[in-house]
C-alpha cells in the first residue's frame, strides 16, 4: 500500500505543472509555439493530440470571456465589450491578435486574457 502511494506521488510530482492548469490558462507563448508546430504538419495537424488540445484552450477563453459578460450584466457592471449575438472568429484572427502582443509579454498572457483583450478590441460598446 505504501508503495503505490509513493508511486502515485512522485507520478504527481513528475507531471509536467503545465498539463495541470485549467483550460484556458495557457500561455499566449506556449498557445504560438504548439500552433505554429501543428501548422509546419499541414492537413496532418488535424489528427494530432496537440489539434484537440488547442482548440479546448480557445473554448475554455471563450466560455470563460461569456460567462464575464454574463456576471457582470447579472451584477449591473457595464459591459465589458459588446459582441453581436452570433460573434465569429476564426483561427487568424486569434493568432494575429496573440503575435500583437510584444515577445516578451507572451509567457504572462493567459488565452482567457488574450481572448477577453481581442473582443474588446473587436467589439468595443459604444
Known amino acids: 500500500m505504501r508503495l503505490i502511494a509513493a508511486s502515485l506521488a512522485c507520478t504527481a510530482l513528475l507531471y509536467p505543472l503545465q498539463l495541470l492548469a485549467a483550460p484556458g490558462d495557457m500561455s499566449a507563448a ?12 499541414g492537413p496532418m495537424a488535424l489528427l494530432s493530440s496537440d489539434f484537440k488540445h488547442l482548440k479546448g484552450e480557445a473554448e475554455a477563453a471563450g466560455a470563460s470571456y461569456r460567462a464575464r459578460l454574463k456576471a457582470d450584466k447579472a451584477a449591473g457592471h457595464p459591459p465589458h465589450s459588446c459582441p453581436p449575438r452570433k460573434a ?12 500583437s502582443y510584444p515577445e516578451a ?18 467589439y468595443p460598446c459604444a
Request: a positive charge; charged letters at 40%.
Open 30 to 41: 506556449d498557445f504560438l509555439t504548439r500552433a505554429d508546430k501543428l501548422k509546419a504538419k
Open 88 to 99: 465569429a472568429m476564426n483561427s487568424d484572427e486569434l493568432l494575429a491578435h496573440l503575435r
Open 105 to 122: 509579454r507572451r509567457p504572462s498572457i493567459t488565452m482567457k486574457v488574450a481572448f477577453a483583450e481581442l473582443m474588446r478590441k473587436k
